[in-house]
């Protein structure tokens, strides 16, 4: 059974920083890309950054270039988002996917498995 297991939410200020982390099992983790999306209330969910297989190429939306930076680590089946510069419009559920690709992409529906995601508030 494949578990997505998201990590490292929580309370913090604007212009401060949150490691989120996501811990995967059931799978082989180094046949997947990972995927980081979010969900403010009332929007839809949108994606974040994403890693291909090897950890070598990323994707960013212009929403958070710069500030979030992904990476993985394959031996501990995890993948982690540092964010730093958070700012009030970073509020949000985050997730975190899977899709068994080489190379990832943005898109919601090219991921396969998905987590229960984990709470992310910035206070101005």
């Known amino acids: 059974q494949v578990q997505v297991v998201e990590s490292g939410g929580g309370l913090a200020q604007a212009g401060g920083s949150l490691r989120l982390s996501c811990a995967v099992s059931?799978?082989?983790?180094?046949?997947?890309?990972m995927g980081w999306f979010r969900q403010a209330p009332g929007n839809e969910r949108e994606g974040i950054a994403c890693i291909s297989v090897s950890g070598d190429k990323a994707v960013y939306a212009d929403s958070v270039k710069g500030r979030f930076t992904i990476s993985r680590d394959n031996a501990k089946s995890t993948v982690y988002l540092q964010m730093n510069s958070l700012k009030p419009d970073d509020t949000a559920m985050y997730y975190c996917a899977a899709v068994p690709h080489l190379f990832c992409g943005l898109r919601m529906d090219l991921y396969n498995y998905w987590g229960q995601g984990t709470q992310v508030t910035v206070s101005s």
């Open positions: 059931g799978l082989r983790f180094d046949m997947y890309a």
